[in-house]
Every structure is written in C-alpha cells, then in structure tokens.
C-alpha cells in the first residue's frame, strides 16, 4: 500500500539526481571526460563488457549514441576498440591504464563531494540510505 501524502520517488529523486550530475560535470570535465564518457569507463572498468553492443545494453544506451564517446575515449588512449577475430563486424572493447585511472580519479572526487551531502544525515541513516540505494539500483523492476 502507498504511503499517503509522500512526494513520488522519480519527485524526490530526481532533483537529486540533477543536482547530483551538475556536480559531477566540472569533476569530469577536470579530467577531460563527459558524462557518458565516465558512464562507458565504468561499466569497461567494473565488468566484462566486450562488445559494443553489450556496452550499450549494460548502460541502456542506443548503440550508435554511444559511438562518438567511443571515437573520443579511444582518440584520448582512454579504451581499445578491436576487430573481434570471429566476426570482424563486432568491435571488441577495453578499457587502457590510463582510462581506468580516469575513471578512478574521477570517481574518488565525485564520491568525495557525495561524502560531504551525505553527511548531512545521521550515520545510522546514511548507511541505510547507502544500503536502500544500492539494493533499489539492482532491483528488477518492470
């Protein structure tokens, strides 16, 4: 049963959200990133993404939307894209040295700026928080 006079979770969620990525774009644009182009580091670097269209499913983005952030991750040393030897049509993907320290640096500074929000709550109700996010961010859902 819905919990009567609660904003919707999409109202109170996505201000955060923007508020959020309007703090994380200067973090990126500092180490010469977009937002897509952390979002494709990510998922190279926490996974066995390999192809382009695995990329592109695993971040719900159209194929071809992404294939600029990858000519310009790749033009930046930032990932490979390689002819897979058993279909010379599917471009195999990975993520360099370079684009995972990136990816990392980025990261650590944007979780940084998150540290200081979320110390706004109590740390009973941050971890809780943390733990809600992360379950609900996995959850399937239609």
Same mark, same amino acid.
């Given at each position: ?17 923007? !508020? ?8 990126? /644009? ?57 279909? !010379? ?14 990816? !990392? &640096?980025? %990261?650590?500074?944007?979780?940084? %700026?998150?540290? !200081?929000?979320?110390? %706004? ?10 733990? /809600?996010?992360?379950?609900? &961010? ?5």
């Amino acid at each position: 049963m819905a919990e009567q006079g609660r904003p919707d979770l999409a109202a109170m969620l996505g201000g955060l959200m923007r !508020r959020l990525m309007n703090a994380e774009t200067p973090v990126l /644009a500092e180490h010469g990133l977009t937002m897509w182009g952390y979002v494709v580091l990510s998922a190279l670097d926490d996974g066995p993404v390999r192809t382009q269209a695995a990329l592109a499913k695993a971040i719900g983005a159209d194929k071809t939307r992404i294939i600029g952030t990858l000519d310009t991750l790749q033009g930046d040393g930032l990932i490979t894209r390689e002819p897979d030897p058993k279909d !010379r049509r599917v471009r195999l993907l990975g993520i360099t040295g370079a684009g995972s320290a990136a990816r !990392r &640096s980025a %990261q650590a500074r944007i979780q940084e %700026q998150e540290e !200081r929000l979320l110390e %706004q709550l109590p740390a009973a109700d941050r971890k809780a928080f943390l733990r /809600a996010a992360l379950a609900l &961010s996995e959850a399937r859902w239609p």
